[in-house]
């Protein structure tokens, strides 16, 4: 699980969604998304190496602090 740790809008997904043809698997530190807030970008990264299950956000999304953002398994 990936959450942010400040309120903002996603303006960016790096990552694919589940449901793809292909399983988008990621590493441990791989940009997963960018938010922005206040005119500053944060990006949002990998804490584990595993494969994206569930994408909770989407682009223009408003998210708040401890939002759960992208959920990854091993």
């Not at 988008?24 to 807030?37: D, F, M, N, P, Y």
């Amino acid at each position: 699980m990936q959450s942010t740790i400040a309120s903002g809008c996603v303006i960016g997904i790096m990552c694919r969604t589940p449901g793809h043809h292909d399983v988008h698997s990621v590493e441990r530190g791989s940009k997963l998304l960018t938010i922005e807030a206040m005119k500053m970008q944060s990006n949002i990264y990998a804490p584990i190496t595993g494969r994206v299950s569930k994408l909770l956000v989407a682009p223009g999304q408003h998210v708040e602090a401890k939002d759960l953002l992208v959920m990854i398994v091993p």
